[in-house]
């Protein structure tokens, strides 16, 4: 079936640091790919999406790139903020089927001074 | 309303007792769609409505567990005879169509099952 595996957390990086989360997917069709994030005490949030093969989703500093030849939708960001410290989820989405989500089990990242 | 709303923020319960959790999508959203997130297995999908119809239940995990949704609005998950494994996070989530990318999540229903 359809999964999604993103690398164990929890990370921990200084500010300003680079940050990079993997992300690889296993799928039937051809995926939407998705980061989603989870501040504390907040709701899931919708942080960037790619619908294509090579499409670059990018929001508030941070950048994936949709890879098919490596099935990958690494997160990236240049320099790392105490704020960005969350969970992020990677997930898919098929392209014309049912609606839902496949998350990945989501990383911890803890950003701090 | 601003964004999608659930009821109630945590609930106790003990084994063997039924549970309702709501869910308030974002107006005029078509969609609602179900997940839960428990420790041990991540974020699963569960249902998802297209107005008042299920097209996919197929996450649910056993015949304890139903959802209904009337007037294209409100949904309701009911748990029964809730087991210690259901303790989790009941999340909910609205778009204007099924199929849109964009799925809008609300705050989640902390269950904990004792």
Partial sequence: GDSVTQMEGPVTLSEEAFLTINCTYT??????????????????QLLLKATKADDKGSNKGFEATYRKETTSFH??????????S????CALRLTGTASKLTFGTGTRLQVTL | GAGVSQSPSNKVTEKGKDVELRCDPISGHTALYWYRQSLGQGLEF??????????????LPSDR???????????????QRTQQEDSAVYLCASSLIA????????????LLVL
């Fill in chain 1, 27 to 44: 799928a039937t069709g051809y995926p939407s790919l998705f980061w989603y994030v989870q501040y504390p005490g907040e709701g899931l």
């Fill in chain 1, 75 to 84: 997160l990236e960001k240049g320099s790392v903020q105490v704020s960005d």
């Fill in chain 1, 86 to 89: 969350a969970v992020y989820f």
């Fill in chain 2, 46 to 59: 569960l249902i998802y409505f297209q107005g008042n119809s299920a097209p996919d239940k197929s996450g």
């Fill in chain 2, 65 to 79: 567990f139903s959802a209904e949704r009337t007037g294209g609005s409100v949904s309701t998950l009911t748990i």
């Fill in chain 2, 99 to 110: 199929g849109e990318e964009t799925q809008y999540f609300g705050p989640g229903t902390r």
